[in-house]
């Protein structure tokens, strides 16, 4: 119940901050408002901190060469610029009374399980 809580909670700042309005990701895509960058950097440091404070040092990973990280980022960030959400905000504009989010979450299910599918035939 506490996980449901907090998730409600996490949605309604995100819904009162704006971070799910199309126009505020619209404006962060074509750099005509600081808004969305103020937030993300926001979130940075309050995580930052937040480790700091918790003094669990995150394990070193290694990137790996190829294709797959541009491959992927350009596929989430084109779902992202064309959608207007991404997948947290996905379920706040739900939540918020917007049905068509409905569409962009059975969309995002959709790619995860055509992912899956195809991930033994994809480079990694």
Do not use: D
Request: aromatic residues 12%.
């Amino acid at each position: 119940m506490r996980y449901l809580l907090l998730g409600a909670g996490f949605g309604i700042v995100l819904v009162k901050s704006e971070v799910v309005s199309w126009f505020r990701i619209r404006e962060m895509f074509l750099f005509e408002s600081f808004h969305m960058y103020g937030v993300i950097a926001t979130a940075v440091a309050v995580a930052a901190i937040s480790m700091h404070l918790l003094k669990r040092p995150l394990p070193r990973k290694t990137l790996g060469k190829g294709t797959r990280y541009w491959m992927g980022g350009t596929v989430f960030g084109l779902g992202w610029g064309l959608s207007g959400a991404c997948p947290g905000p996905m379920f706040a504009l739900l939540g918020a009374g917007y049905a068509t989010a409905a569409v962009l979450i059975l969309s995002a299910l959709l790619g995860a399980w055509t992912y899956a599918a195809l991930r033994p035939k994809l480079p990694h």
